[in-house]
């Protein structure tokens, strides 16, 4: 199957600072990627659908603006959550395809946020 | 409604257990239906994927039902390392491919 990372896999900040979360598809090129964020014992919930090389679709009840995704490259998208909030806290997880008309996704292993 | 619905579980079961997980959809337009396994703390990975003519891999079992929008996975002789959260996902086109997850049933293995 398709290769994807993530990093950091964890992160702890302080309430107030950002934090950049990345994700490369290692053996192939991907065009569009997606974000989701986990809290415990729920379901992955879409954030938001990366495009490279144009803004990002935002799902509703996400704020773009504390959210920032960019997907510079074809390889690389990456999340930012600007001011994090203890309420930030969660996994968030990125995920691509090779073949994207087909829905079969493969995932970064996630990052686990802890604000402070 | 949701879009996918999952049972709720949790399932507990004996090793050697068969054990069925049931899952609907909503969106008779939907176009590719999968199983992804998701252990805690880490992230969903690809169990099957699920064919109209059913399809079996090993212990696991899928089959789709499209006129009854229903997608089943079947897991014969469980073993405990079988536990784990089993996540029903549905994909379709509405102008983009849009991919939608369950809730997902955990699944209890026990000795």
């Known amino acids: 199957g398709a290769v994807v990372s993530q990093h950091p896999s964890w992160v702890i900040c302080k309430s107030g600072t950002s934090v950049k979360i990345e994700c490369r598809s290692l053996?192939?090129?991907?065009?569009?990627m997606f974000w989701y964020r986990q809290f415990p014992k729920q379901s992955l919930m879409l954030m938001a659908t990366s495009n490279e090389g144009s803004k990002a679709t935002y799902e509703q009840g996400v704020e773009k603006d504390k959210f920032l995704i960019n997907h510079a490259s074809l390889t690389l998208s990456t999340l930012t959550v600007t001011s994090a909030h203890p309420e930030d806290s969660s996994f968030y997880i990125c995920s691509a395809s090779p073949r994207v008309n087909t829905g079969e996704l493969f995932f970064g292993e996630g990052s686990r946020l802890t604000v402070l | 409604r949701k879009e996918v619905e999952q049972d709720p579980g949790p399932f507990n079961v004996p090793e050697g257990a068969t054990v069925a997980f049931n899952c609907t959809y909503s969106n008779s337009a939907s176009q590719s239906f999968f199983w992804y396994r998701q252990d805690c703390r880490k992230e969903p990975k690809l169990l099957m994927s699920?064919?109209?003519s059913g399809n079996e891999d090993g212990r696991f079992t899928a089959q789709l039902n499209r006129a009854s929008q229903y997608i089943s996975l079947l897991i014969r002789d469980s073993k405990l390392s079988d536990s784990a959260t089993y996540l029903c996902v549905v994909s379709l086109n509405t102008g983009g491919f849009k991919t939608i997850f369950g809730a997902g049933t955990r699944l209890f293995v026990k000795a």
């Open positions: 053996d192939f090129q991907a065009t569009t």
């Open positions: 699920v064919y109209s």
